[in-house]
């Protein structure tokens, strides 16, 4: 079955440590996205790619990091930088927006949660 | 600025009655309208969305959305609820024509519980 794929689904870090989280898809998608979901905040955008060797900052860029080598795989590295990183991280996929087609469905792995110790 | 509300934290509901849960938009344009599922621990799953035309929307699990330009609002519906509908619904929008890609505008999440 096509789908996204995230791990690990829980993660633990010592302040100080870098951490990369996973993110690879089947559904042969164009763009992916990474959100931040902390409580009673909604979802807010980290960083999204529309194709491949190409990535953009979303609301909540600093202190995290990306890269999109292979269509499949869009890895978020969360830094040291990133001063309140406890959180429930959802990794997104969806076909290519363009301005005629902003309906396209956003398709959500089941998440990784990452606890500052 | 653009945004989403949704002025509920809480719905509770008794099985087998109708729920709503609201969701009110501003934004430039003619919006693009979702609204998305969240069980716990677990990534969100699409119900449904607006694109243009007929005001009520069909989606997953007997859910419906009215679409209402005057008031801004896209509730979302269903005629009996059942327990199993408990989960966190995320109302969502993106203005038309174009500027950042895929930034969908979540609102911060409305927590249904039905009761048996």
């Known amino acids: 079955d096509g789908g996204i794929t995230q791990s690990p689904k829980y993660l633990f870090r010592k302040e100080g440590q870098n951490v990369t989280l996973s993110c690879e898809q089947n559904?042969?998608?164009?763009?992916m996205y990474w959100y931040r979901q902390d409580p009673g905040q909604g979802l807010r955008l980290i960083y999204y790619s529309q194709i491949v060797n190409d990535f953009q900052k979303g609301d909540i860029a600093e202190g995290y990091s990306v890269s999109r080598e292979k269509k499949e795989s869009f890895p978020l590295t969360v830094t040291s930088a990133q001063k309140n990183p406890t959180a429930f991280y959802l990794c997104a996929s969806s076909k290519r927006t363009w301005a005629s087609s902003g309906a396209n469905v956003l398709t959500f792995g089941a998440g990784s949660r990452l606890t500052v110790l | 600025a653009q945004s989403v509300a949704q002025p509920e934290d809480q719905v509770n509901v008794a099985e087998g009655n109708p729920l709503t849960v609201k969701c009110t938009y501003s934004?430039?344009?003619?919006?693009?309208l979702f609204w998305y599922v969240q069980y716990p621990n677990r990534g969100l799953q699409f119900l449904l969305k607006y694109i243009t035309g007929d005001n009520l929307v069909k989606g997953s699990y007997g859910f419906e959305a009215e679409f209402n330009k005057s008031q801004t609002s896209f509730h979302l519906k269903k005629p009996s609820a059942l327990v199993s509908d408990s989960a966190l619904y995320f109302c969502a929008v993106r203005p038309s024509g174009g500027g950042s890609q895929g930034n969908l505008i979540f609102g911060k999440g409305t927590k249904l519980s039905v009761k048996p």
């Open positions: 559904l042969n998608h164009d763009a």
């Open positions: 934004v430039s344009g003619n919006p693009y």
